[in-house]
């Protein structure tokens, strides 16, 4: 029979081993969530990037755009300056031809 020593000795043991067990338990735990929390990390700093770059690109469109549009009007207004002088040039011209008639 076992003396109350040795039981007491076999429950300190258990004891010990539950504890050990719950310890590597909640260090698993503890292990699981900070693998998460890196993971989600990494998701949001891709995000951001992604958003940055949308937003980088957009901007880049946009003043694209208004250059090109710039480029048009000063297009249109030359156009529009070489008529209008041709015009003046020809009327001038047909003042001076009905001058000398």
Do not use: C, P, R, Y
């Not at 951001?48 to 048009?72: F, L, Y």
């Not at 008529?83 to 011209?93: G, I, L, Q, R, V």
């Amino acid at each position: 029979m076992a003396s109350n020593t040795e039981k007491l000795n076999f429950k300190a043991g258990e004891t010990k081993g539950h504890a050990h067990e719950k310890l590597g338990q909640g260090a698993d735990t503890v292990k699981d969530n900070a693998e998460g929390a890196k993971e989600n990390t990494g998701n949001f700093f891709t995000s951001a990037k992604d958003k940055v770059s949308e937003a980088a690109q957009a901007t880049k469109d946009k003043v694209t755009g208004a250059g090109q549009a710039t480029k048009d009007k000063t297009a249109d207004t030359t156009e529009a300056t070489k008529d209008k002088t041709a015009d003046t040039t020809h009327a001038a011209k047909d003042k001076v031809s009905q001058a000398h008639i």
